[in-house]
């Protein structure tokens, strides 16, 4: 059973920084592209980063790039989001997502994505 887990969400002001983690079990790790959606209250959820081994991409929203850095720990099977210089309209829920997805042109769309986490809240204060 596949299952990823995300944690490290919380309350900060804006230019803090914070990392969220996504644990997954289940899976080989380094054969899914593994991403990163939020969604904030009363708006659809987006694409905030992705990065796949086995297409050699690493893709960021244009509201995040420069600020945010996605990496993965392979010896943890976890998918890590480094978010620094925050601003409040980064307040959303926080999704980890993977993928088996092969097509570098798909890594931006959820419908690629079959497994999903729970999510974690991200709040930014001004």
């Known amino acids: 059973q596949v299952q990823l887990t995300e944690s490290g969400g919380g309350l900060v002001q804006a230019g803090a920084s914070l990392t969220l983690s996504c644990a997954t079990s289940g899976l080989t790790f380094t054969r899914y592209a593994m991403a990163w959606f939020r969604q904030a209250p009363g708006k659809e959820r987006e694409f905030v980063a992705v990065?796949?081994?086995?297409?050699?991409?690493?893709l960021y929203s244009d509201s995040v790039k420069g600020r945010f850095i996605i990496s993965g720990d392979n010896a943890k099977n976890t998918a890590i989001l480094q978010m620094n210089d925050l601003k409040p309209e980064d307040t959303a829920v926080y999704y980890c997502?993977?993928?088996?997805?092969?097509?570098?042109?798909?890594?931006?769309?959820?419908?690629?994505?079959?497994?999903w986490g729970q999510g974690t809240q991200v709040t930014v204060s001004s």
């Open positions: 990065f796949s081994r086995r297409t050699g991409s690493t």
């Open positions: 997502a993977a993928s088996a997805t092969v097509i570098s042109s798909q890594l931006r769309s959820q419908s690629a994505y079959y497994y």
